[in-house]
């Protein structure tokens, strides 16, 4: 989820479309409460590390919030660059089979109404609903 949420929010603010960015508020925090339930897998000692990470990544999106509520392009584009940062960092504590992982299934799309029909995040369902394909999340 968390993939999800962080690509759907660089492409917000990349599309100066910075009016949506709470669309994922919902699932931003979903994803917060399920990678921070992941900190027991996290070796004793990186734990604190990690959790501040998670902690920063949130309030670096709350900052991005205020800079979309203002309709503050360049301050965007700045709070968008550390929540990168902390996303890079957050995945640096899981290894490159989960993140491969993670990330294939944050590309794969599903019709709500069909789920046999998958494809990209641009594609509509090739039955007879037509219905753009959400994310799985």
Partial sequence: MMVQVVGNLDRKV???DLA???S???I?????????????????GQRPQFTAAVTNLAQHV???HFAGDTRQQSLAEKQMALVREQFERI???????????AEAA?????????????????DHCSKFCRLLLPENR
């Fill in 62 to 64: 709350a900052e991005l």
């Fill in 106 to 122: 944050a590309s794969r799309y599903t019709c709500p109404t069909h789920s046999e029909v998958q494809g990209q995040s641009s």
């Fill in 28 to 44: 931003l925090n979903a994803s917060v409460e399920a990678v921070l339930q992941q900190a027991g897998r996290i070796a004793p």
């Fill in 14 to 16: 990349t599309t100066k």
């Fill in 24 to 26: 994922e508020d919902l």
């Fill in 20 to 22: 949506s960015i709470h």
């Fill in 91 to 101: 995945k640096s504590y899981f290894t490159k089979p989960t993140i491969a992982s």
